[in-house]
RNA sequence: GUCCCUGUAGCUCAGCUGGAUAGAGCGGCUGCCUUCUAAGCAGCGGGUCGCAGGUUCGAAUCCUGCCAGGGACGCCA
């Protein structure tokens, strides 16, 4: 990427001009290669002669004048300049601009793909709610977060794998089976209370009618131990389809859908359990066992085994990950949590250090909540009471584009709003129009052009020399940045932002230049420029989990 | 009480890990459709970057202390 390419030819301006006695003997920082949001000031920039003034004891505009003799020409910068107060600026030459467009034609679909990643083997597990009732809108964020960082890092030449963990067992599945129980045997004119810590939500009665109406009374004939546990089966079966297809719907899909049972069924369980004793992590106290994360400078200790023998949510979670890093064998893992886990952190980290792996590999973004409002009117969400917007009901109401592109919108430790009466409406008001209708408009002139018999064979990229040609390769040049970006950050908010950009310098494009025209030659450049942008637009959108409509 | 996240324009939020004159969308006001989509474009107005210190050539960004909102502190997940 150019970005690095600069970098390098500092560094080696750098040591060239110390070879020469220019500059005083000093360790180079890392050189951090920026856009100035003034175009005046070129294409690329650099800080680093201002960073250096205090160890180089040299005034960093000296520094700077210093240095560009030394900065060996490529073909792609036209000049090299210094700028008060010491500032580095690169401007790229319009030819080289102009011939990009047909790099991007070649890359095809395939722009943007980076090969930072070098195929290392990553794990993105995101969403993995409890499988006791319907997926609702902040889980929804999750699942847009994730799934788009999946597409990024993809881009970014990672080997990715998307995961979703689901507790099939545990306290708050038996939780459930017995709330399924307790509404089934209601639904079947029979007298039922309904545990107090169960899930009262309505879907819990409509599960269970629909189980009745499938299945009539089966269950209700066998052993009670053994209908109520064959009936929670059925019910989580049930509820996992609602939440693979509602997922679906919003264009998340996994590659593999991982159940907490297995980790006791195949032995990981154990086998972590014994290693973490083996190192002096596990203690005995006031009848259950405990991971003592205290000695890895945390608060306090967590029971892993209850004093009923049961194991508790963190020791499942502590085997799934002895699974990712030493079983399977991921270079990194990645898991996105909502706000409520953020506790279970810092405990993980620990787990991770005391089963001695590199605790860096372990990335937890924690997504903070989604209040949801109609216009003024705030909207409550609780699972437990039932009371909330389902992501099924959210998909229905404003479709998976809107949905997403909002999701997307807000940095992941950001609380943020979503407002259903604005993500509805398909105007201006929404941003979410805005980016597709710039590539609508793009396919729409390519039809004209098809039309009227022009076409871009044979067209010379060098006629593109006027600004807002330039100011659009310029930006589309900034797909494969922001990719590295995204891939390091894991802040896929970005690429709202940059899709909106896009659009805007598109649509600026579009306002002063005519494409098809009485020119020829300039026709034919203009249709291969525009191909291009429809290209990246595309691929923008496409990284969202977008549709890139032809027309609208 | 302890820990974590957040505080930037009327509203919703960006701000590229310390850089050049702090940005966008929406809302408000004013213009622009006989020519490839007006779901668009151009312009105007709008700011003690929560407050107070500190670090340095330079702070919305880093450190400390307050204030406000949210979340977590369970043998729930």
Known sequence: MLKQAIADLLTKAFKEAQKAGKLPAFTLPEIVIEHPQNPEHGDYSSSVALKLAKEA????????KAIISFITRSPEIAKVDVAPPGFINFTLKKEWLAKQV?????????????????????QIEFVSVNPTGPIHVGHGRGAVLGSTLCNVMTAGGFDVIKEYYFNDSGSQMDAFRNSLWARYRQALGKDAAMPEDGYHGNYMVDLAKEIVREEGDRYLKMPEVEGIDKLGEVGLTKILADTREDLKNLRVEYDVWYSEKTLYENGQFDKVMKLLK??????????????????LGEDKDN?????????TYFAADIAYHYNKFIERKFDKVINIWGADHMGHVSRM????????????RLEIIVNQMVTMRRGGEVVRISRRTGDMITLRELLEEVGPDACRFILLSRAADAQMDFDMELAKKQSAENPVYYVQYAHARIASILKLAEERGATDKGGDVSLLTTEPELTLIRKMLLLPELVETISLTLEPHHLTYYAQDLATVFHAFYRDCRVVSDNKALTSARLKLVKAAKLVLGRTLNLMGMTAPERM
């Open 349 to 360: 980290k620990a787990v991770v250090s005391a089963l001695e792996i590199d605790p860096t």
């Open 278 to 295: 083996k190192k002096g992590y596990i203690a005995e106290k006031e009848g259950a066992t405990w991971f003592v994360s205290t000695a």
């Open 57 to 64: 004891r040299m005034k960093p505009l000296d520094i700077a």
């Open 303 to 311: 029971v892993v085994i209850r004093s009923n023998g049961s194991p």
């Open 102 to 122: 047909n790099a991007i034609l070649a890359e095809g679909n395939g722009y943007g793909n980076i090969p930072l990643g070098k195929g290392k083997k990553i």
